[in-house]
């Protein structure tokens, strides 16, 4: 069981949006400040999406964007495309020197 | 361009040993803090340990710092992971990672090494 919780899965038809959650449940992971998400399609390593809450890096596309509210984080995915069915990963750095990754969440674009 | 290509994977019979490698290039080596993550099969990410830019501190995942080691060389460019008493559960893609510069987040990765262990 994580020490972050995300919907195992979420679906969204073309051009809508979808929002994946990473919850806090465990005080191990600290002030949750340093969120980081990746995108992984099968076969494939894990790409970031976004850094620090909600910083893209450079290359990555605006319809993706992300934010915090209080324990949860937050990543969105606007104007849904076929290649952006994939797995994504909500990541946080503990404080402690350590990281931990959510449990993953499976998107199917209908 | 950024580049981290680990190798060493394979079949080890449980209780062995297995010493991975990931060799870097494309940044100042000495500068980025380096990783390993890995994934079993069909299974989640999960973030096995960090080693700092200096290779002074290192963190690991708590249920495996007693057998897995990580280290890096400056002078070969690459990071390094020892595992020992290797068990079935440790089957995984094993992927290197580099942290952004002065931050927590994993920008760069590897392509992976398939570890089995299996008898």
Redesign the interface.
């Known amino acids: 069981q994580?020490a972050l919780t995300q919907p195992a899965s979420v679906s969204g038809s073309p051009g809508q949006s979808i929002t994946i959650s990473c919850t806090v449940t465990s005080s191990d992971v600290g002030d949750f400040k340093?969120v980081?998400w990746?995108q992984?399609h099968p076969g494939k390593?894990?790409?970031?999406l976004i850094?620090?809450v909600n910083n893209r890096?450079s290359g990555v596309s605006d319809r993706f964007s992300a934010s915090k509210s209080g324990s949860t984080a937050s990543l969105t995915i606007s104007g849904l495309q076929a290649d952006d069915e994939a797995?994504y990963?909500c990541?946080s750095?503990t404080g402690?020197?350590?990281?931990?990754?959510?449990?993953?969440t499976k998107l199917t674009v209908l | 361009e950024v580049q981290l290509v680990e190798s060493g994977g394979g079949l080890v019979k449980p209780g062995g040993s297995l010493r991975l490698s990931c060799a870097t290039s494309g940044f100042t080596f000495s500068t980025y803090t380096l990783n390993w993550v890995r994934q079993a099969p069909g299974k989640g990410l999960e973030w096995v340990s960090s080693i700092s830019s200096s290779g002074t501190y290192m963190s690991y995942a708590e249920s495996l710092k007693d057998r897995f080691t990580i280290s890096r060389d400056s002078a070969k460019n690459s990071l390094y992971l020892q595992m020992n008493s290797l068990r079935a559960e440790d089957t995984a893609v094993y992927y290197c990672a580099r942290d952004r510069f002065g931050d927590y987040a994993f920008e760069n990765w590897g392509q992976g090494t398939l570890v089995t262990v299996s008898s």
Do not use: W
Request: charged share 20%; with cysteine; net charge positive.
């Open positions: 994580s340093f980081s990746y992984q390593a894990p790409k970031l850094f620090d890096p797995d990963y990541c750095y402690r020197t350590t990281r931990v990754f959510g449990g993953g």
